[in-house]
């Protein structure tokens, strides 16, 4: 099997179809394709679609493909169920994925549900929506394989195939009699050992594990860097409160590269499913704001340096090139701070050792440019009526503002990272006003100090 | 347990203590740390003291830490070793990291190195680095739980006890007589059924799985997609290869965003670790190369638009905000695209969707800020020495220029990945310096059509 994909016009043919046939042929037809698939189409229906695909729907491919589509149509399709229809979906789902749910219903709405499902349950679930969305409380499972630590293998076996929710489980999890955790010890160990040997003897002691408050794209990056099947979830006493799944994981870097591309660029990540023009637009303006705010200024620097001798209007002509270069050479070191930065590349700590070489890079950058524009400029001074000196104070001037580009897009994104503000805030439109800012005001101010040896 | 980080200073203190102890101690101590964490120390050596660090270490923490350090350590690493060393070292690997390595050595070398290696071991590399390294063949493992899909449940758990090498599995394989992928069960199903059920009763049947030529970011989007926790690859014949596991994709969604978010920047992602100088510069200049001849035709295009009345000097001050605008609206859209086709969130087959949908955005944007740079353009251009009409024409341009912008930044993008070239490659610096270059000629080209009513 290959993956499946559905064209859109089937299901909007089965969908209108289902107005002659009957509700079951309907159902039993769209069980045919992988709720996940569903998801998929479900995000291009109208809204009336959407809902009507999802009505058409068993209960366990509803709570998949609630958690599957985007957050537009599942607000939607949550916007028209009624109190038992969300119990009954969120009672299908695992627990983490349930409590998303819960947080994106109103306050009164989710209590409802948490009183409609089972007593267990509902305290699992309110316990989870008390977590912070980006923390690992929020990200973790509730369902995972626990076994005393004082078990013996045959019975850490015997709870394995006992656990009814866990799925693709590989990781046992060893615990004391207070809950707190001991050890982890995967299933193929536990198999490989005789069934009286104790569980402390087979485990691997003291696990990785992270806190309930710890920052999702930290344990992203824990999981990845260790390679880890699983990362347990602790409490303050350490005792174990959930399990974060790679699948999870993946969710989470999704996320935060979505956020991260898409703040460089000015706008949000939720720009990138399909949203409706009037939120496309939205999202981009307030980015779109400080570009514009820079765009001013630029016309009142150049305004207020404005050359009144004729013949130096030449000097105008070099803006747009020495703007380039500088926000582009500010956009790359940026780029590698706040990507840096993500991946645990780079720390606080090494800020001294990158700047520096970030510094020293740009000024090579800029000297090569500064010396090919400031030669071809010395050239054509001449038609230009200026002097060949043009090229020097065009040379120096890009050489110059291309250091200061990488010296801020390095200093701004590791500064904001700093005070605790997300650093890809930073690095895009803001950063490229900037330096388009201070690269006018270096090149005019060097341009107006030469002036009398520019006119010809 | 939380993430043991290693402070640099601690290693090269143990290090140049080692001239003084035995080889033994160092030896000890340093096997008290987790490989991973000192193959991230290991960065940051010098060249002498990578080297040292790795011969310090014992045969399966060389193996994991050439696995884990960056490219420019392993290539210092490997200069050094001689190709019995390297051989203890690949027979330490899983192979699918065995045959990376072969692939970064000499070919001579790595010929020498597959003749030391066992037998059977030898045969798998030189499949393995047959593939491409950014394909499913070139991502997957060779160590994998398959069974004869006529085997008995007991028969199964069996083999998964005896399977050595494979590490952290939740999934067998069942294969038939010819080593056709006919299903997967996991370790979980295997222990709740009965020992003598039939492996074919309790699988899944056709499992999702992938050719051996699939690029390596279709095979992450997959295992995404579906929440699997492993990708079977089989090839033509549908033979069972190899496996692809959970953090195998982790690396390659990793790589492929360094690789987009860099590219987009206008660099290359080896940019990202610490690497020389030298090679940071030689990175980003090709792509600031396109930047530097936007600029200069910037240059050629105010040239040969010059405007001879001295009054008109007023409109070169709006080239920048026009240029900054139309460029930000083109990375936002560009980068839309690219992100979107990584992720498959985007398909080709929605473009004709999208493109009016960024055109209208893009649009809509040209006008708020249109109307706004206009009316400003418009009362301030008696002091601009214009009349009121600089204002329009500023207004009109600005708008035409991003609404382009948006149109560019959408098309390009979907039209490389339609010939097969990189989204990435065009989405940075090449449609900036595109439209900087477009938006330039409109405005210039608008202003001289209307230039005899500009004149105050």
Do not use: W
């Not at 996940?36 to 209960?59: M, Q």
């Not at 958690?67 to 607000?75: G, H, K, Q, Y």
């Not at 709405?109 to 679930?125: C, H, M, N, R, S």
């Not at 990362?231 to 799944?245: F, N, Q, S, Y």
Request: negative net charge; charged residues 25%.
């Amino acid at each position: 099997m290959t993956e499946r994909k559905i064209p859109l016009s089937q299901v909007q043919f089965l969908l209108d179809e289902s107005r002659i046939y009957a509700e079951e042929v309907l159902r039993r037809q769209l069980e045919s394709y992988n709720p996940i698939d569903l998801a998929e189409v479900l995000k291009d229906l109208e809204d009336e679609g959407k809902v009507r695909l999802f009505l058409s729907l068993g209960p366990e491919a509803r709570a998949l493909v609630l958690d599957e589509t985007d957050a537009e149509s599942r607000e939607t399709i949550l916007a028209s169920l009624d109190v038992p229809a969300i119990s009954d979906v969120v009672e299908e789902m695992p627990p983490d994925e349930g409590a998303d749910i819960l947080q994106q219903l109103p306050e009164e709405k989710g209590q409802e549900v948490l009183g409609e499902v089972e007593q267990d349950l509902a305290e699992e679930l309110s316990e989870l929506t008390r977590y912070g969305k980006d923390t690992a409380g929020g990200m973790m499972t509730t369902d995972f394989v626990e076994v005393d630590v004082a078990a013996t293998v045959g019975e850490a076996l015997q709870k394995v195939r006992e656990e009814e929710e866990a799925e693709h489980v590989s990781e046992v999890y060893a615990l004391d009699a207070r809950g707190r955790l001991r050890g982890t010890v995967d299933i193929k160990t536990l198999l490989e050992r005789p069934p009286d040997e104790r569980v402390s003897v087979a485990m691997t002691s003291d696990p990785l594990s992270v806190a309930l408050d710890t920052d999702q794209e930290d344990v992203a990056n824990l999981v990845n860097k260790y390679n880890l099947p699983a990362l347990p979830v602790v409490d303050v006493e350490h005792v174990m409160k959930g399990v974060i799944t790679l699948d999870d994981v993946l969710d989470v870097i999704d996320e935060e590269v979505d956020e991260d591309m898409l703040r460089i660029a000015g706008t949000l990540s939720r720009d990138l499913v399909s949203v409706p023009i009037r939120k496309k637009y939205v999202n981009r303006l307030p980015f779109l704001f400080t570009t514009f705010v820079g765009g001013i200024l630029t016309i009142v620097i150049q305004y207020s340096f404005r050359f009144t001798t004729d013949q130096l209007v030449a000097i105008t002509f070099f803006i747009p090139i020495i703007n380039g270069l500088a926000g582009n050479v500010g956009l790359q070191s940026s780029t590698i701070m706040v990507r840096g930065f993500a991946t645990g590349e780079i720390g606080l700590d090494r800020i001294h050792k990158l700047l520096p070489i970030e510094a020293t890079t740009g000024a090579l950058i800029g000297l090569t440019f500064g010396v090919l524009c400031g030669v071809v400029t010395a050239v054509f001074a001449g038609a230009l009526n200026s002097t060949a000196l043009l090229g020097v104070v065009v040379g120096v001037s890009l050489a110059a503002a291309t250091t200061m580009a990488s010296v801020i897009g390095t200093a701004v994104p590791a500064f904001c990272e700093r005070v605790g503000i997300d650093p890809a805030v930073s690095a895009g439109p803001f950063i490229v006003t900037l330096l388009d800012t201070a690269a006018l005001l270096v090149y005019l101010g060097f341009a107006t100090a030469l002036l009398q040896f520019l006119v010809r």
